[in-house]
Antibody, heavy 122, light 108 residues
Framework: EVQLLESGGGLVQPGGSLRVSCEAS????????MNWVRQAPGKGLEWVSN????????YYADSVRGRFTISRDRSKNTLYLQMNNLRAEDTAVYYC???????????????WGQGTLVTVSS | DIQMTQSPSSLSASVGDRVTITCRAS??????LNWYQHKPGKAPKLLIY???SLQSGVPSRFSGSGSGAEFSLTISSLQPEDSATYYC??????????FGRGTRLEIK
């Protein structure tokens, strides 16, 4: 059974840093593209970043580019999101999700974690 | 970036009702459209992928249709456990992958 378990959320001051993790079981985080998606309080889902390919190509939403870094560790089978220079508007539940690819090359997010809450406040 | 517009933003319906949620893309996305169900405190759940393919294990009362820039999610006979927020998502032109703002469905 595929499971994704996020951790590392918490309270951090504006300008601070935090790293959230997503430990996978039942599959390898290197077997598919992996994503971070967030949901701010009272808001909808927002794609944040993904990592894909054998070369670990990384992509970011404009709102986090230059401040957030996505990575993955084969030995720990874990996806990470390093968040620097955090702002109040980064407050959200952060979810990891794995990408599946249909026969037609269409992509969709097949498995999701339960999320970890990041609060940026002084 | 491709904008995804969902309507309505919220609705209330009774058990047994037929409910349709629509999603419009700002440009054609062919059928690169997925639907998710999200309940508070839970992981989002994939319902429909490639506009109309039902994810394994999802009840058959859920269906998706559309192509180009206009899509819909239909629940044929609403059940109490369908109370949730529903999101469409495009993966045609990425990054960024974009979601609609969501439709909150309440059971009367």
């Amino acid at each position: 059974e595929v499971q994704l378990l996020e951790s590392g959320g918490g309270l951090v001051q504006p300008g601070g840093s935090l790293r959230v993790s997503c430990e996978a079981s039942g599959f390898s985080v290197f077997s598919s593209a992996m994503n971070w998606v967030r949901q701010a309080p009272g808001k909808g889902l927002e794609w944040v970043s993904n990592i894909r390919g054998t070369g670990d190509n990384t992509y970011y939403a404009d709102s986090v580019r230059g401040r957030f870094t996505i990575s993955r560790d084969r030995s720990k089978n874990t996806l990470y999101l390093q968040m620097n220079n955090l702002r109040a508007e980064d407050t959200a539940v952060y979810y990891c999700a794995s990408t599946a690819v249909a026969d037609t090359n269409h992509e969709y997010f097949q498995h999701w974690g339960q999320g970890t809450l990041v609060t940026v406040s002084s | 970036d491709i904008q995804m517009t969902q309507s309505p933003s919220s609705l209330s319906a009774s058990v047994g009702d037929r409910v349709t949620i629509t999603c419009r893309a700002s440009q054609t996305i062919y059928n690169y459209l997925n639907w998710y169900q999200h309940k508070p405190g839970k992981a989002p759940k994939l319902l429909i992928y490639v506009a109309s393919s039902l994810q394994s294990g999802v009840p058959s009362r859920f269906s998706g249709s559309g192509s180009g820039a206009e899509f819909s999610l239909t629940i044929s006979s609403l059940q109490p456990e369908d109370s949730a927020t529903y999101y469409c998502q495009q993966t045609y032109s990425a990054p960024p992958i974009t979601f609609g703002r969501g439709t909150r469905l309440e059971i009367k």
